[in-house]
């Protein structure tokens, strides 16, 4: 929170409000993250490291987002925590998402403006794990490794992994890597730009 006009309450959520099984998936997704709730009447202005923040809103859909890519949920919107896959090889991580469904306003945060590429049966998309920040939940990435001597050695200059997106549905990735996705940085609100 950076401010707020209104009547506006905070608390922290309690550690297992949403079962153990959550608690070990936010533990596992995001060491030291803990959610707190604002309830009441005003205006509340939220950021994060002065990263691009998009409002958006979901209508009886699902969408999947980076877990570190999301800033505020609606109590509206289910949600739950999901691992897409481990990489092998040098570059071993997981990759954390929450899938959200249902009906209301979430945000989600960007590196500068977003761009949305829309994917068709014809036309998967691939992306680098860092740069990507949400999709449509219906569709399930797989990961590509590309892993050879060049890339061990530090000699190649294509990815070592990308995301393959396939099917019908939307991917928004950001004009940026984040090499430690674990690392915050800036948010301002903005338009969702859509690349077909």
Request: proline share 1%.
């Given at each position: 929170m950076?401010?707020y ?19 070990v998936?936010?533990s596992?997704a995001g060491e030291?993250?803990?959610?707190i709730?604002?309830?009441?009447v005003?205006?509340l ?9 998009s409002i958006?809103k ?8 980076n ?18 896959r481990?990489l092998s090889?040098?570059?071993?991580k ?5 899938k959200?469904?249902?009906?209301g306003?979430?945000?989600i945060?960007?590196h500068?403006?977003?761009l ?8 998967p998309?691939f992306t680098?794990p860092?740069?990507?920040v949400?999709?449509?939940?219906n569709?399930?990435p ?7 001597l060049?890339t061990i050695?530090?000699?190649s200059t294509?990815e ?5 997106f396939r ?9 940026c ?12 609100i903005?338009n969702?730009?859509?690349?077909t």
């Open positions: 950076v401010a006009t209104g009547n506006i309450k905070f608390t922290r959520e309690e550690a297992l409000e949403h079962g153990i099984s959550r608690k998936k936010i596992l030291g993250v803990s959610f709730k604002a309830e009441g005003g205006k202005f939220l950021a994060d490291r002065g990263k691009k923040v958006l979901l209508e009886n859909n699902s969408i999947c987002v877990f570190n890519d999301i800033l505020t949920i609606e109590d509206s919107i289910s949600w739950d925590i999901r691992m897409i481990k090889g040098i570059t071993e997981e990759i954390y998402n929450v959200l469904e249902g009906t306003v979430f945000a945060t960007t500068n403006e977003p949305v590429f829309r994917v068709t049966g014809e036309r998309l680098d860092g740069a990507t949400a999709w449509t939940g569709m399930e797989e990961i590509k490794s590309d892993i050879s060049k050695v530090g000699r294509g070592s992994a990308q995301m393959v099917g019908e549905g939307f991917v928004v990735v950001q004009p890597e984040e090499i430690n996705s674990q690392e915050k940085n800036e948010k301002g903005s969702v730009n859509v690349y």
